[in-house]
């Protein structure tokens, strides 16, 4: 099984030491940026990135638990806002994507 899916606004990663699945949302613009980190199940994992629409995609990442959210925009928040609701899923998720980036650049 891969262990990133990635689209337009998305990424995904499967951890196989943990078994765990987290994905991020992440929008950046002129106006500023939001982030948005979910741990995901299997069965949403299987289906990111079968559909013709990214929108899809991040409609199902969201059916998820949420376990991060940064908003920093000129419409939204005046500045840096940062909620955690599982900040140990939320470090889980870093660790994975560390461990991918490290095989990543081992392998070139």
């Keep these: ?4 899916k990635k ?6 990663y499967h951890d196989p030491e ?18 948005y980190n979910y741990e995901i199940t299997q069965e949403i994992y299987s289906r990111l990135g079968t559909f013709g629409d990214d929108t899809d995609n991040e409609r199902l990442i969201k059916t998820a638990k949420i376990t991060y959210s940064f908003e920093n925009t000129m419409y939204g928040t005046l500045g840096p806002e940062r909620t955690v609701w599982d900040e140990e899923a939320d470090e889980a998720m870093k660790a994975a994507v560390e461990k991918q980036e490290k095989r990543k650049s081992g392998s070139k």
Aim: hydrophobic share 25%; aromatic share 14%; glycine share 10%.
């Design 7 to 12: 689209g337009n606004n998305w990424t995904a």
């Design 18 to 35: 943990t078994g765990r699945y987290f994905a991020e949302i992440m929008y950046t613009s002129r106006e500023g940026r939001e982030q």
């Design 1 to 4: 099984m891969k262990t990133k």
